[in-house]
């Protein structure tokens, strides 16, 4: 029997109202992403996620989710989704949608039939609505807090006029919290799945994976903001600090409860039920030990992994968070994910120090993240060595920014439009001259240019070029980057070195100064035109790497 696809598949994360706009309205669309399916096929990857892009008025860029079986206007129609999956099975990708269980828009009809039925209706049983708290039940219901900042509750007014009861949301206003303990929530979010299985989607990054099951009894939770902070991405530096505030995740009031993988036990039997090794990949930021339990033979197929991405410019804490990475999946059996950013995130080369400098050390890191065994996900953008955009507060559009009244920067800075071309915005994102022609809906960085896709395609050196090289290999060479086959050999302090199967080895300097490398042998890919060999001794400029054959 082969194996399945997405044991050591590499996935581009595309983010359709950035990657390209067909129809020069200023926001990416479906239309977009297949006129721009070539790029992705030549980037040799073996799959595509695409982040929402179904109905919503589009305050958390589409994760309000208004109509779960429909296409937004803003990205084109069901039709172009069909196209999009079918042209890119066509090419050999496959195709993960993002689904977004845990909450749906205050748009989606649901929602305002619940507002209209009022306390005790079986319409308002589908979210969480309670009484609050205090002699006029004007205090939140207890004292859960949003991920984006403020309360989790928000007070309703009745179709009286008088003021009511509250409702919940771990994240926007916008966006209230579904109840899995309601049959009907239960049986819609199958009938999404569902739907787009049936129109040839090969799975799913299931957002939020970690929230739906909350605590039935809604107790306080000791230090709410303290829990909140143990699932700010922009706040993890990878320190065992940072692990233990994660901790508080584990299987508490409204994260990470026990009880959600029986949801992932009948999403599994679904999935099963269809042919094609269908998959489904869980957003859940939850601590190592937890990992297993998404994962489960008969539950999930994968989780991101957030301590990977979360890890310092340090090389034993590189090393130490891939090990515990392996030793935990291995107990479940399934493969560990990699990924070095997301639309969330920090993009890497900010992450790791902005401007070159983190641009030399981002693509060493990818580097060490596409020679591990398993999923790779890449972030759009990643490849071209994109840093977070410098945005005027004007700009903004993400909720962080607004529900914490500016105190969080939000993460617009890591969704900018690409550059594919030319010299000046909207650098070939759209075509200039059309009828519709709007401004970008985030405004890109003045010196993007040398970034752009045309500008990296013929650049063998260039971090696009570094990309087409490592997606090769691992398509060319899958034997590799296989799951057996890691071994740590030998370091100075700061120097990473892992060896994998047939004499493939990856090195990384850490370093301020220059090394020479502990393995010697055929550079087979480089992170920087620093990196030297002679006769088969590999020497590393601080913050290099390369892929070396012995
Ligand atoms: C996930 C998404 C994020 C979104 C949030 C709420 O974490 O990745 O973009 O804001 O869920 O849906």
């Avoid at 958390?60 to 999956?85: F, K, N, Q």
Wanted: charged share 25%.
């Amino acid at each position: 029997m082969t194996e399945p696809w997405w044991k050591r598949a590499s996935v581009y994360q595309v983010y359709p109202r950035s990657f390209r706009d067909l129809n020069a309205d200023g926001t990416g669309d479906l239309r977009g992403v297949i006129h721009e399916l070539p790029y992705i096929a030549a980037l040799a990857v073996d799959a595509i996620w695409l982040s929402p892009f179904y109905t919503s008025p589009q305050n958390d860029s589409g994760y309000d989710v208004a109509d779960p079986r429909s296409v937004d206007p803003v990205y084109g129609t069901l039709d172009d989704a069909r196209e999009l999956i079918d042209q890119a099975h066509f090419r050999g990708l496959r195709v993960l949608v993002d689904v977004v269980p845990n909450h749906t828009s205050s748009h989606r009809d649901w929602f305002q039939e619940a507002l209209a039925a009022g306390p005790g209706s079986a319409a308002r049983e589908k979210y969480h609505f309670l009484d609050g708290r205090g002699p006029d039940g004007d205090e939140p219901p207890n004292n859960w807090m949003s991920m984006f900042g403020g309360s989790a509750w928000t007070r309703v007014t009745e179709p009286d006029g008088r003021p009511g009861q509250w409702y919940l949301h771990l994240f926007d206003s916008t966006q209230p919290d579904l109840n899995y303990a309601n049959p009907h929530v239960h049986l819609d979010a199958l009938e999404t799945l569902r739907f787009w299985l049936d129109m040839g989607a090969d799975g799913f990054r299931v957002d939020v994976a970690l929230g739906l099951a909350k605590d039935p009894a809604y107790p306080d939770v000791d230090d709410p903001e303290g829990l909140i902070l143990a699932l700010r991405m922009d706040l993890d530096d990878g320190s065992p600090q940072a692990m233990e505030r994660r901790r508080r995740v584990s299987n508490s009031a409204f994260l990470d409860r026990d009880e959600l993988q029986d949801i992932y036990r009948e999403w599994r039997q679904l999935l099963d039920s269809y042919p094609g090794d269908r998959m489904a990949v869980a957003e859940a930021w939850v601590p190592p030990e937890r990992a297993a339990r998404y994962v489960a033979p008969d539950t999930l197929h994968q989780i991101f992994n957030f301590d990977f991405m979360a890890a310092p410019w340090d090389a034993e804490r590189v090393r130490d968070v891939i090990q515990t990475t392996l030793e935990q999946l291995e107990i479940a059996g399934a493969p560990p994910t990699w990924a070095l950013s997301n639309h969330d995130t920090p993009r890497v080369v900010t992450r790791l120090g902005g401007g070159d400098c983190g641009r030399r050390r981002a693509r060493a890191m990818a580097l060490i993240a596409h020679c591990l065994p398993g999923s790779i996900y890449v972030y759009q953008g990643e490849e071209l060595g994109l840093a977070d955009a410098d945005l005027p507060d004007e700009s903004r559009r993400d909720p962080v920014w607004f529900r914490t009244l500016g105190a969080q920067k939000g993460r617009d800075g890591a969704r900018v439009p690409l550059p594919w071309h030319d010299h000046e915005p909207p650098y070939g994102f759209f075509d200039p001259g059309g009828e519709h022609e709007a401004s970008l809906w985030l405004p890109p960085p003045p010196d993007w240019a040398a970034f752009s896709v045309a500008a990296q395609s013929l650049d063998a050196a260039s971090t696009l070029g570094q990309y087409r090289a490592m997606h090769r290999l691992r398509h060319t060479h899958p034997g590799l980057f296989d799951l057996d086959n890691v071994s740590w050999p030998e370091t100075e302090p700061g120097v990473f070195a892992v060896r994998r199967g047939c004499g493939f080895s990856c090195v990384v300097n850490f370093t301020d100064d220059e090394v020479v490398s502990p393995i010697q042998g055929y550079v087979i890919t480089a992170s920087d035109a620093g990196v030297r060999l002679e006769r088969t001794v590999v020497t590393l400029p601080p913050d290099t790497g390369a892929w070396i054959q012995s």
